[in-house]
């Protein structure tokens, strides 16, 4: 073992699960001792993902809490909703470091989970534990925590992109509208005829309008930030690829700035987070520029005719989005480096 965190992925066989292992692998202070699954316990990890051959030699486990304990110091759940919800309270019980990938921690009330979700929340005293991991914001908290609530894709990317201006009052929190994209790999790997290939092949739409379960979870980060309830309107949409998120947002400034201020903002409140670059004056970003990495890019524009601003924000959603921040909470939570096993260049094209 040579001193490495062990660590468990519940939910081993989708796509955050199979995210998860590719950047432990390359984590110096990791070791993936468990690749567990509700399904087809016992069948090598590798002939679901065979591009995994004689890398990943594991076989599936059944979830087992006491088994974990003595096999793993950290487990992160890639899972359905509802499974961390019964499952994350026994586990950090039982002594392990958890970091729940999932939506069941994220949000502080109850009803607010049920009402979005339509599942059971978890109980309330392990919503107040949980640390939502959202690092560039938050990554204080995390240091140390046992409990962590990884934020979903779009909130992470519809999230950074408006806090500094948020924090600052530069903006009215009440006209913020973000418009968002994603790839079909934010399904899962399940099948649904939405992602049949005829289906999403040269097609765009969106979904789940007025009622996607993140919105809360942005509105939660914001009106943390603003220091008063913050309610948006946040329309996701469906893109014909595989991975990436970019989410453009609009909101009215209190007052007349320019786009060097705005950019100077930007950057002052980034400053020395790594994973978050920030475009120059008149430049955009483009999720083939972050694919397959840690990084969120921002550009931002402000309109002089309206005094609005539009800030345009892309990443990876199953990287930044998903896997990739759970890896940066992990270092947070060990104190580590924040970037260890994430110092990797985007794949382009």
């Not at 994209?181 to 309008?209: P, Q």
Request: charged share 20%.
């Amino acid at each position: 073992m040579s001193g490495k965190i062990r660590a468990a992925i519940v939910g081993s066989t989708g796509y955050g699960g199979v995210e998860l292992i590719r950047l432990l692998l390359a984590h110096p202070e990791v070791e993936v001792t468990s690749v567990v699954s509700s399904s087809n316990p016992g069948a090598l990890y590798a002939e679901g993902y065979p591009h995994l051959s004689e890398i990943v030699t594991d076989r599936l486990e059944a979830i087992d809490v006491e088994a974990m304990k003595n096999k793993a110091d950290v487990v992160f759940l890639a899972t359905p909703h509802g499974v961390s919800t019964e499952l994350s309270p026994k586990l950090v019980d039982s002594g392990l470091k958890v970091i729940d990938v999932s939506g069941d921690l994220r949000l502080k009330r109850g009803d607010v989970y049920e009402k979005w979700y339509k599942h059971k929340p978890a109980d309330p005293a392990y919503l107040e534990r949980a640390v939502y991991g959202l690092c560039e914001v938050f990554g204080d908290d995390v240091r140390g925590a046992d409990l962590v609530a990884n934020p979903g894709c779009f909130p992470t990317a519809t999230s950074l992109g408006l806090v500094p201006l948020v924090a600052e009052g530069w903006i009215d929190p009440a006209t913020i509208i973000s418009d968002a994209k994603t790839g079909v790999s934010g399904a899962g790997r399940g099948l649904g005829l939405t992602y049949h290939y005829s289906e999403i092949n040269e097609n765009t739409l969106a979904y789940k309008v007025n009622k996607h379960q993140h919105t809360p979870e942005i509105e939660q980060t914001l009106s943390r930030v603003a220091g008063q309830d913050v309610t948006m309107t946040f329309t996701t949409h469906l893109l014909p690829m595989t991975r990436g998120i970019l989410v453009t947002s609009y909101a009215k400034l209190t007052q007349e700035r320019t786009d060097e201020e705005v950019l100077d903002l930007f950057r002052s409140y980034y400053e020395g987070r790594r994973f978050v670059r920030i475009r120059p004056a008149g430049k955009w970003p483009a999720t083939k520029e972050v694919y397959g990495s840690n990084y969120c890019d921002i550009g931002v524009s402000v309109d002089t005719r309206t005094n609005r601003v539009t800030v345009i924000s892309v990443i990876d959603n199953l990287v930044k989005g998903a896997a990739g921040q759970a890896v940066q909470n992990l270092n947070l939570m060990m104190g580590w480096d924040e970037g260890t096993g994430l110092a990797f260049t985007p794949v382009y094209p």
